[in-house]
C-alpha cells in the first residue's frame, strides 16, 4: 500500500488547487471522479456546487458511496483538496517524505481517504465527501453539504501527528470602530483621543479574555490589524499635530467549547460598558472642548463553528481502540485551529481529525511522513474492519 499512497498523493500535489485558482480546483475534483470511477463500478458520485462568500466562487464537491450500503452505519471520511498558494506543485519523494505543496495539509489524507473507500466500500457504509474551499471558510463545500448528508461519524484525516482530536476551538472576527471629535494636539487635555481609548479598550479586552502568554485552552484575542488617526477613506499617516478622531482594530478571537459566540459578544460588549463609564466619569472632571465620543462594534466578519465530540461516542472509542491496536496509547487532544469536521459537529454528528505527522503545511517546504500515512492507513483500516 505504500507505493499506492505515494503514487496518489504526488498526483493530486501535481495539482495548482489554490484559492484563486478555480480551473485548477475543478480539475482535481475531475481527476478524483474519473480515478474513482476506473476503480469500481459500485460507486454513485454525487456533485454539489455551491457559493463560497469568502470568493464569491462557485465552489464543486463531490459525495462518494455505495447505495447498496446505506441501511448500515456510516462512516464519512472528509477531507478538502483545495490548498493555500506555495512554493512547489512539482511533488518528491524519497524514503522518509514526500515534499510539495499540499503533501501533508491535506492531500496525503484524500488520497489515504480514496484508497480506503475502494477497499472497503463494498462490505461497510464508507462514504468520501472531498471538497475544495476548506481554506477559505469551507461554507461552500463542507458548510452546505453538511446541512445535505447525515453520516452516523466523521472523519477527518488532516495532519494531527497522529493524536486523535476531539476538539476545536470556535472562531470570530470582528471590527470596533471609537469615534471621538478630535482637536488640536497642543491641548490634549480638552479632547478625547480615539486612539488612546482604544487602547485602554484592548487592555480591557485582554483582561476579559484572559489572553495566555502560550498556547492553553482558555479562550484567546489577537488584534489581526489596528489602524488611526483622522481616517477618510484609505489610511495615510497625517500630521501629529491633530488629536486622533478614529480607531479601527480588527480582532480574531478563539473560542473553548464553554464559551459561544453570543458569550464572547456579551464580553466584549462588557468592556466596552466599562471603557464608556470610566470616560463619563473622567468627563465629568475634566474641561473638555470636545466631549463626544462613540464605540461601535460591528457585527462580527466571520463565525466559526466549535467542533466538540464526546470521548465516550461509541466510534470515538472504536477508533481509539484502532490507535491502542497499534500504539498502546491513544492521545485524545484539542486544537485551537478549526476544520471543516466542525460543520458536521454543529449540526449533532460526532467528529474527529486523526492524521499523519506534516512538517510545514502552509509554509515553504512543505512535506510529510511517510511512515506516518502509513500508520494512518493501517489504523483507519483496521477500524473500518471493525467498527
Known amino acids: 500500500m505504500k507505493k499506492e499512497i505515494i503514487k496518489l498523493t504526488k498526483e493530486l500535489v501535481n495539482f495548482e488547487s489554490t484559492s484563486d485558482n478555480l480551473k ?195 479562550n484567546t484575542i489577537n488584534i489581526g490589524g489596528i489602524i488611526g488617526g483622522n481616517i477618510k477613506d484609505s489610511l495615510t499617516l497625517g500630521s501629529s499635530n491633530i488629536i486622533a478622531n478614529s480607531c479601527k482594530i480588527k480582532l480574531d478571537l478563539r473560542l473553548v467549547d464553554t464559551c459561544s459566540h453570543k458569550n464572547a459578544l456579551n464580553l466584549i460588549q462588557e468592556s466596552v460598558k466599562k471603557i464608556e463609564s470610566k470616560l463619563k466619569q473622567d468627563i465629568n472632571h475634566m474641561n473638555l472642548e470636545n466631549n463626544n465620543f462613540k464605540i461601535i462594534i460591528n457585527n462580527p466578519d466571520i463565525l466559526v463553528e466549535h467542533l466538540i465530540t464526546n470521548k465516550n461516542n461509541s466510534f470515538v472509542k472504536s477508533i481509539s481502540k484502532s490507535i491502542k491496536t497499534k500504539f498502546g496509547v491513544c492521545n485524545i487532544t484539542k486544537a485551537p485551529a478549526a476544520s471543516d469536521a466542525r460543520f458536521f459537529s454543529s449540526v449533532g454528528i460526532p467528529s474527529v481529525v486523526f492524521g499523519a505527522n506534516s512538517i510545514n503545511h502552509h509554509a515553504n517546504n512543505e512535506h510529510v511522513q511517510i511512515s506516518s500515512l502509513l500508520n494512518v492507513w493501517n489504523i483507519l483500516n483496521h477500524f473500518l474492519t471493525t467498527y
Open 24 to 218: 485548477e480546483r475543478q480539475k482535481i475534483i475531475d481527476f478524483i471522479i474519473f480515478f474513482i470511477n476506473s476503480n469500481t463500478k459500485n460507486a454513485t458520485i454525487k456533485q454539489f456546487k455551491a457559493k463560497n462568500p469568502v470568493s464569491n466562487q462557485i465552489i464543486s464537491s463531490i459525495h462518494v458511496f455505495n447505495p447498496d450500503m446505506n441501511k448500515n452505519k456510516s462512516v464519512l471520511l472528509l477531507g478538502h483538496v483545495d490548498v493555500v498558494p506555495g512554493d512547489s506543485f512539482n511533488p518528491t519523494n524519497n524514503e522518509k517524505f514526500i515534499f510539495g505543496r499540499g503533501s501533508g495539509d491535506m492531500k496525503s489524507g484524500v488520497a489515504i481517504s480514496i484508497l480506503l473507500f475502494l477497499k472497503h466500500h463494498k462490505n461497510k457504509n464508507i462514504q468520501l465527501l472531498i471538497t475544495n474551499d476548506e481554506e477559505i471558510g469551507g461554507h461552500g463545500g463542507a458548510g452546505f453539504i453538511s446541512k445535505k448528508i447525515k453520516p452516523d461519524f466523521v472523519i477527518a484525516p488532516e495532519p494531527t501527528n497522529l493524536d486523535l482530536r476531539i476538539k476545536e476551538k470556535g472562531a470570530m472576527q470582528i471590527q470596533i470602530e471609537v469615534q471621538t471629535s478630535g482637536g488640536h494636539s497642543s491641548r490634549p487635555w480638552k479632547n478625547l483621543n480615539s486612539i488612546e481609548i482604544m487602547l485602554n479598550l484592548i487592555s480591557q479586552l485582554k483582561k476579559a479574555f484572559k489572553n495566555p502568554l502560550r498556547e492553553k485552552w482558555v
